[in-house]
């Protein structure tokens, strides 16, 4: 939680009072009674079987949040979608692992393009589960062992020893981000598909979270192909402005068995109709509209009155497993605004006769809640991705039989 400094108090007096006030406001902080109906269709029909949320609210959704936040893909999987590896496998992890370098070719109307990525697979004698991690670092060193951490840590070596495999994708491959993406852009998805200038969007045209998203698709496509790996046991993680883009990938994707959100705020697991002390909003988070859907502007300064929030994107992942995280010194991100939004959402795994949230109010720091369906954990420290979160998501798998070191999995 981010504590300004100011008034004549005393700074330790100032900055513990302070730190109490906002923790106060995350544990009573209250849901609104005003949050849009998650299980009522657009014709006012209740939602109560899994029947109906498949094939009437669940398209719903999909239509309102690709149409008013996140934009229309024009295109999913390429026809002419091609994978080659650019250097034999080798050992990695001190011989625990083998490295596989990819690359995906695919081209469309604008010409072609490619994106690289990595992934660690550890020795087994059957397929394993894999997490695909999005995040600006470039594959090629994406890697982390020990020395000084960046924000988009990556701890190969403690996944693949937990028996997991871990994909590096670097998603500026596929789209830059919105500061350096220029309004006609010059490569990338964008290039390839459109739209040819973000000054001239329709309001519903697609924009850079979804196509980051659109990348983790097309390296689901590859595990497809890859007899080393569990295409059934694959994961989308990401953190901060990959968490929104992770989210959408399992919103949209239902191939993604889970899905992870670490840090991802606004327009990504944070509920915008609940106040969050010293959180971002629409407006704020509009300094990167290339992000959205070019209709997302119109909804600045109404994060209350919002006909829709983002416990309908997190319930477009039921059934399938969700894990949300939030760090106490990143109150930017609204950890009780994403705590509040699957506390919303779980009802839909209900419908399923599966345990959704299982937890009894906000959680304290570092006290995991994950014994349902739906997982959360509030870490201490600040706005990144850390070894506890990594060991967290994994703990989640575990419990879900996706190791097959643990005796019992499935």
């Not at 209709?295 to 309908?312: A, E, I, M, N, T």
Request: neutral net charge; contains cysteine; hydrophobic residues 40%.
């Amino acid at each position: 939680m981010s504590v300004r400094m100011t008034g004549t108090m005393l700074p330790g007096v100032l900055a513990l009072s302070a730190l109490l006030t906002v923790w106060a406001e995350f544990v009573v902080a209250p849901v609104p009674q005003n949050v849009p109906e998650l299980l009522k269709s657009e014709r006012g029909e209740r939602i109560d079987s899994p029947e109906m949320w498949e094939k009437v609210r669940r398209p719903e959704l999909v239509r309102i949040l690709q149409t008013e936040e996140y934009g229309v893909r024009p295109v999913d999987r390429p026809s002419d979608l091609s994978f080659a590896e650019t250097r034999a496998p080798e050992s990695a992890c001190d011989g625990k692992a083998i490295r596989k370098r990819v690359r995906t070719t695919y081209s469309g109307p604008g010409g072609a393009s490619h994106f690289d990525f990595s992934v660690w697979i550890p020795r087994a004698n059957r397929p394993v589960a894999a997490f695909v991690h999005s995040s600006p670092r470039p594959a090629e060193t994406a890697a982390d062992t020990d020395g000084p951490r960046p924000i988009y840590w990556l701890p190969v070596d403690d996944i693949v020893s937990r028996g997991y495999a871990v994909v590096a994708y670097c998603n500026q491959e596929v789209a830059l981000d919105w500061h350096p993406l220029p309004d006609v852009p010059t490569s990338g998805v964008f290039k390839v598909f459109g739209p040819a200038d973000f000054t001239k969007r329709r309001p519903d045209e697609w924009g850079i979270l979804s196509a980051w998203a659109w990348g983790m698709s097309r390296i689901l496509d590859w595990i497809e192909t890859e007899p080393l790996l569990d295409a059934q046991r694959v994961a989308a993680v990401g953190l901060s402005r990959n968490g929104k883009a992770a989210l959408v990938a399992g919103a949209f994707d239902t191939r993604f068995a889970m899905t992870i959100s670490c840090c991802s705020g606004c327009s990504g697991a944070k509920l915008n109709h609940m106040d969050n002390y010293g959180s971002e909003r629409i407006r704020d988070i509009l300094v990167a509209h290339k992000w959205f859907a070019a209709g997302y502007g119109k909804y600045v300064d109404r994060d209350k009155s919002l006909p829709f929030d983002q416990h309908f994107l997190l319930a477009l992942v039921a059934p399938r497993l969700l894990y949300v995280s939030s760090a106490t010194e990143d109150a930017w991100a609204g950890p009780r605004g994403e705590f509040a939004a699957l506390e919303l959402a779980s009802p839909v795994w209900n419908l399923y006769g599966l345990p959704g949230l299982i937890a009894h109010g906000f959680p304290a720091p570092n006290h995991p809640q994950a014994m349902g369906h739906l997982g959360y954990h509030l870490r201490e420290g600040f706005h990144d991705i850390t070894r506890y979160d990594w060991a967290r998501y994994m703990d989640f798998a575990d419990s879900h039989g996706w190791n097959l070191k643990r005796k019992g999995a499935r």
